[in-house]
Nanobody
Framework: QLQASGGGLVQAGGSLRLSCAAS????????MGWFRQAPGKEREFVAR????????YYSDSVKGRSTISRDDAKNMVYLQMNSLKPEDTAVYYC????????????????????WGQGTLVTVSS
């Protein structure tokens, strides 16, 4: 089970840190991702971190402004977002990848087994 939190209303140029709490004893065996879905749009990939804090990947839209990290001891994954823009407004979801669907691109929603409920980020201009 995944529980995302940390969303809210922020002015353009501000920062937010999203958190995702995972239950279960095998958290460290999952790669983790963040996606977002803006109103009227499809869910899109934001960032990914491999198991054991390995390589990270970002969408072009957030690269250089966001950092994904994880704390396996706490079963947590984070997304630090800086220099926020109005176009970052969306519901943000964390997701877990067991590698069961490794045939899919890591930025595809089909790659991920489990999803959190989402947390809303609103960036005002």
């Amino acid at each position: 089970q995944l529980q995302a939190s940390g969303g809210g209303l922020v002015q353009a140029g501000g920062s937010l840190r999203l958190s995702c709490a995972a239950s279960g004893r095998t958290f460290s065996s999952y790669a983790m991702g963040w996606f977002r879905q803006a109103p009227g749009k499809e869910r899109e990939f934001v960032a990914r971190i491999r198991r054991s804090g390995g390589p990270t990947y970002y969408s072009d839209s957030v690269k250089g402004r966001s950092t994904i990290s994880r704390d396996d001891a706490k079963n947590m994954v984070y997304l630090q977002m800086n220099s926020l823009k109005p176009e970052d407004t969306a519901v943000y979801y964390c997701a877990a990848d067991s590698l069961r669907y490794s045939g899919y691109y890591y930025g595809s929603i089909d790659r991920y087994d489990y999803w959190g409920q989402g947390t809303l980020v609103t960036v005002s201009s």
